[in-house]
């Protein structure tokens, strides 16, 4: 029966590569000792040299197999290597991998010692190797090296389940069913006779079971579909109601139980068409952001439980329905959280605008086969990218990966992203970059426009604003209310527009970047929200689309000083809010209601309100007051902001995603220190030095001593191995932050 071992704990480290490093018995003890998620170097949070990281290292990891694992197969299982990566049984090589986003398997049976010590040794190759997609050129993100994502071992009998594509059907039918393709694989000499079960249950509860017995050849790896027809009572799975199946195949000789697989599944339509997009026969508009993976200091190396949490923030905190993995599959912690959540999901393969020789190529469609092999049983995904970001067109290459996609999952569309018009159309759906907007009056252009097509097409903007105005969390307020109303702009023009299916900004979070782009310091502060997730303006106008009764919204674009804006003054004030209607109170005085601009932005479900005149606030040598914003909904006063007239530095707090960790070496949260004014609003130009203390059983992932920036920053703390708890205070030179603890259990 399958056995999966945790393979995560107590490998050695180097920072080197030598070839005596494979040999059993080599004396590693002096090496560090680390836990996977690893990153092969922590960085600063910017301006460092991004070739740092760019070197060959060594990991070691030593182990035992029990006797009674002599005839199975055992199968180590890497989810992501940055680049390239040798694997090294006892000395000798067993198996390489090409690509530092997608998952490969080693069979090491024919290697192992059982009951003795046994030496894994991995070369990690994380240079920006020209055979290596996305290299080869220059790319707009940093690939961090190491063993970035989680390892495992599998103990298997000789004939096992390599892979599950379970298939729902007639989704939209009273009566729905599932064709399940069973993938098995028979490393035996003999002919196997084997019972193939699928079930499907929910919460528990089976609903269907269907089995038929197959023969499997010698040396063969061979597929078999299972229909689960005449499903009644089952749920879609959608953006409000994300309900999961479980679906679990075994296989059987007699009474025995030989090795079994499990997945989740959801019943659902999602279709791109030329009208836009459908979600179980109904249009919607899909509201999104492009998410790269990247952390301060550890870069991808980050645990489950962040992983799910960035999923959690564009869905919960930014009000989004879609997220672009760009540009590359993701980890599928956080592709598991979007299935549970109800995030659309647009993931595509690795790579930016290059495209290298025949070779560079063929790592391209094998990233192609492994992305889609390993997350075609997910509802969230609906559109795979078989095509280079940004890249030219390249007619051969691209009806291939085209090909490559269809023949693995007919269920799904293809989408390539690109920013010239015209280009030709090989993929379902036509997804296009377009930066056209630069805050004037053209916010996006006509879909012919683009295509060159004489008809309408499958179509969705894929990237807008971004580079055209980074904007930092500290910039001056005018600069922030304009990124934040151009991420409008464009979203309220594409709502408008029955041939734009979806718009996508980029991005979510501020990413570091190779030094020819960004602004020098090794970041693109292109997100509405900074490397820590905390937001910026922008990311106050995608909460607002929230629905009320979920999460009232009610933010201000603005600082309310009277001197940071040219000239003076905060007007014209827009005030980002999913309410019915906003009224100020200056000095306990109604200045009037405010409603949102339905009339100007009749795209958005909930268009900010804007104001063009406060009395008492207009001229230099006039008082400025404090203020108070009351948001209502139905009449009832759901919400308040209030700004004070002398912000002063009043306390440091400390906010934690999580008061519980596992306490496995490995498990973290993030943690943001603000430095807040009298009534709780970040000071967004205070660069105070802060120092971080972390005692008991926990580590901080990033300096001890560091500066806010622009008020606030986050950091990441680690659990040990030990349960207790981790203490965290933090201070400046003018306050002292309350202690917060965390348990690890």
């Not at 009951?115 to 707009?140: A, C, K, W, Y």
């Not at 000499?189 to 269907?210: D, H």
Request: proline share 5%; charged share 25%.
């Amino acid at each position: 029966m399958r056995q999966v071992i945790e393979f995560n704990h107590n490998w050695r480290y180097k920072e080197e590569w030598k070839a005596e490093f494979v040999s059993p018995g080599f004396d590693d003890s002096s090496w560090e000792k680390v836990h996977v998620p690893h990153t092969n170097l922590e960085l600063p949070y910017n301006y460092f040299d991004e070739k740092s990281y760019q070197f060959i290292s060594a990991y070691r990891k030593t182990f035992e197999l029990d006797q009674s694992f002599q005839g199975k197969r055992i199968l180590v299982n890497f989810e992501a290597v940055m680049a390239y990566a040798e694997v090294y049984l006892n000395g000798r090589l067993v198996g390489s991998h090409k690509g530092g986003y997608t998952p490969f398997s080693l069979d090491l049976t024919d290697h192992v010692l059982f009951g003795q010590e046994n030496v894994l040794t991995v070369q990690v190759d994380s240079r920006e190797r020209d055979d290596i997609p996305p290299f080869g050129h220059m790319i707009d993100y940093l690939c961090y090296g190491g063993i970035y994502r989680e390892v495992s071992l599998s103990i298997l009998d000789p004939l096992y389940i390599k892979n599950v594509f379970a298939k729902p059907q007639k989704v939209l039918e009273e009566k729905k069913q599932v064709e399940t393709t069973v993938f098995l694989k028979n490393t035996s000499a003999a002919e196997e006779n084997i019972t193939v079960e699928v079930s499907l249950s929910r919460e528990g509860k089976e609903i269907a079971r269907q089995k038929k017995t197959v023969i499997v050849s010698p040396g063969a790896e061979e597929s078999f579909d299972i229909c689960l027809t005449d499903l009644t009572g089952i749920k879609l799975w959608d953006i409000d109601n994300p309900n999961l199946y479980d679906l679990k195949v075994t296989l059987s000789k007699g009474k025995e139980q030989t090795d079994s697989f499990h997945t989740r599944i959801g019943f659902r339509e999602a279709v791109v068409k030329p009208d836009g997009f459908y979600l179980n026969g109904e249009k919607i508009m899909l509201r999104g952001l492009n998410r790269h993976q990247s952390f301060p200091y550890v870069g991808y190396a980050m645990p489950e439980r962040v992983q799910k949490k960035d999923a959690d923030i564009l869905k919960y905190e930014l009000g989004l329905n879609l997220v672009r993995t760009s540009h590359y599959p993701q980890s599928r912690h956080f592709l598991d959280r979007c299935d549970e959540i109800g995030l659309m999901v647009f993931e595509e393969i690795p790579g930016w605008q290059y495209i290298g020789d025949e070779e560079w190529q063929e790592v391209a469609k094998e990233n192609v086969r492994e992305m889609i092999e390993r997350d075609w049983n997910r509802p969230s995904i609906f559109l795979w990218g078989v095509r280079i970001n940004e890249s030219q067109d390249c007619h051969d290459f691209y009806r291939e990966t085209n090909r490559i996609a269809r023949e693995l999952d007919p269920t799904r569309q293809t989408g390539g992203v690109r920013y010239i018009e015209h280009s030709e159309l090989l993929e379902d759906v036509y997804t296009m970059n377009d930066f056209i907007h630069s805050g004037g009056e053209q916010i996006l252009r006509d879909q012919k426009q683009v295509t060159g097509l004489d008809e309408y097409v499958p179509y969705m903007v894929c990237e807008f604003n971004g580079h055209m105005f980074p904007t930092k969390r500290f910039d001056q307020e005018e600069r922030l209310m304009e990124h934040a109303l151009r991420h409008l702009r464009v979203q309220d023009r594409a709502a408008q527009d029955p041939h734009i299916a979806a718009a996508i900004g980029w991005c979510a979070f501020d990413y570091n970047t190779h030094f020819e782009f960004g602004s020098g310091d090794r970041i693109c502060h292109h997100g509405v929200m900074d490397m820590f997730r905390i937001p910026k303006f922008a990311a106050h106008f995608y909460a607002s689309q929230m629905d009320p009764k979920v999460k009232p919204v009610l933010e201000p674009a603005t600082h309310w000083t009277r001197g940071d804006r040219s000239i003076g003054g905060v007007l014209p004030l827009v005030i980002f809010t999913n309410c019915d209607a906003v009224e100020g109170f200056v000095g306990g005085q109604s200045i009037g209601k405010f409603y949102p601009a339905k009339d100007k932005f009749p795209g958005v479900p909930h268009p900010p309100a804007m104001i063009t005149e406060i009395p008492e606030t207009g001229n230099w040598g006039m008082e400025w007051p404090s203020i108070e914003f009351v948001g209502y909904l139905n009449g009832e006063r759901v919400t308040t902001r209030r700004f004070v007239k002398n912000p002063a530095a009043t306390e440091l707090i400390i906010e934690v995603d999580d008061r519980e960790l596992r306490a496995d070496g490995i498990d973290a949260t993030r943690v943001v220190f603000k430095l807040v004014d009298q009534v709780g609003n970040i000071l967004p130009y205070a660069m105070e030095a802060i120092q971080i203390e972390v005692e008991g059983e926990g580590k901080l992932i990033g300096p001890k001593i560091t500066s806010l920036i622009g008020g606030a920053i986050g950091a990441w703390i680690k659990s040990t191995e030990n349960p207790g708890e981790i203490r965290i205070t933090a201070k400046t030179n003018s306050r002292q932050a309350k202690p917060v603890v965390i348990r690890t259990v």
